[in-house]
């Protein structure tokens, strides 16, 4: 599968919209590889945080590989967040946490520790 060439498409979008913000995304789009949480970092400070009828909208469209999940599950052990709280700061369901938390429970453990 071939990943979007997230550089060139932020690049674009800040190019676009706001160059005044390429100083502020500077330090993520000088890295080799993004990563979901750098992706989504971008994201927020490009379009800030939206309205709630589009982001439902928008909501529809997301897709999380096992990596990206295991990232996020990573992030909210490591800033000690509960489903609910970790749900809200990536604009995800509670249930969708607690089900990916249930689906790599035996997984988990051995990941997060690396």
């Known amino acids: 599968m071939i990943e979007p060439d997230y550089h060139n498409i932020f690049?674009?979008?800040?190019?676009?919209?706001?160059p005044d913000l390429k100083k502020e995304c500077e330090m993520l789009l000088k890295k080799n590889k993004l990563s979901v949480l750098d992706i989504i970092a971008l994201h927020k400070i490009i379009f800030g945080k939206?309205?709630?009828?589009?982001?439902?909208?928008n909501q529809k469209y997301k897709t999380y590989d096992q990596a990206a999940v295991v990232?996020?599950?990573?992030y909210g052990q490591k800033h000690k967040l509960n489903n609910t709280h970790l749900?809200?700061?990536?604009?995800?369901?509670?249930?969708?946490i607690a089900k990916w938390k249930k689906k790599i429970s035996s997984n988990f453990t051995d990941v997060v520790s690396n």
């Open 87 to 96: 749900a809200e700061h990536f604009n995800l369901s509670r249930n969708t």
């Open 71 to 74: 990232e996020i599950l990573q």
């Open 50 to 57: 939206g309205s709630k009828d589009r982001g439902s909208e």
């Open 11 to 18: 690049n674009d979008l800040i190019a676009r919209k706001d």
